[in-house]
Antibody, heavy 117, light 107 residues
């Protein structure tokens, strides 16, 4: 059974940093692109970042470029999102998702990031 | 950036009804469109990809159509578990984008 379990969310002050993790199991992690998708409270879905199987290609939405870094450790079956210079508008539930042809067939349960003073 | 206009934003219907949700693109995307269902407090679930291909395990009352700029999601014979929010998503080009969502509520 495919499982994606996010962790690392919490309350952080504007300008602060946070690192999200996603533990994957039930599939060959190294064979798939992986993504982060977020959802602000009461709002719609927003794609954040993608990373290729070997980490050689990464893509980001413009609003997080230069502030967020997606990475992975295939030996640990783990996906990460390093978030720096956080802003109030980054407040959201962050989902880790398995990417299949740039769509997402499995999602984690999400982890809430709240940016507030 | 490809902008997406999803309509309606809110749809009231009854069990057994047939409903149609529309998604219009700001430019052509061939058939690179997916549909997701999201229930409150849960992660989205993939329903349809390539505009009309049903994801494994999704009931056949869900169907998708369209290509280019205009797409639809049809749910025939609504069941109680179908009341949720639906999103379209284009994967023709980066940035990957979603429609604003359609909340399907019980009339």
């Amino acid at each position: 059974e495919v499982q994606l379990v996010e962790s690392g969310g919490g309350l952080v002050q504007p300008g602060g940093s946070l690192r999200l993790s996603c533990a994957a199991s039930g599939f060959t992690f190294s064979s798939y692109w992986m993504s982060w998708v977020r959802q602000a409270p009461g709002k719609g879905l927003e794609w954040v970042a993608n990373i290729k199987q070997d980490g050689s290609e990464k893509y980001y939405v413009d609003s997080v470029k230069g502030r967020f870094t997606i990475s992975r450790d295939n030996a640990k079956n783990s996906l990460y999102l390093q978030m720096n210079s956080l802003r109030a508008e980054d407040t959201a539930v962050y989902y880790c998702a398995r990417a299949l042809r740039l769509i997402w067939d499995y999602w984690g349960q999400g982890t809430l990031v709240t940016v507030s003073s | 950036v490809i902008w997406m206009t999803q309509s309606p934003s809110l749809l009231s219907a009854s069990t057994g009804d047939r409903v149609i949700i529309s998604c219009r693109m700001s430019q052509g995307i061939s058939s690179y469109l997916a549909w997701y269902q999201q229930k409150p407090g849960k992660a989205p679930e993939l329903l349809i990809y390539a505009a009309s291909t049903l994801q494994s395990g999704v009931p056949s009352r869900f169907s998708g159509s369209g290509s280019g700029t205009d797409f639809t999601l049809t749910i025939s014979c609504l069941q109680s578990e179908d009341f949720a929010t639906y999103y379209c998503q284009q994967y023709y080009s980066f940035p990957l984008t979603f429609g604003q969502g359609t909340k399907l509520e019980i009339k």
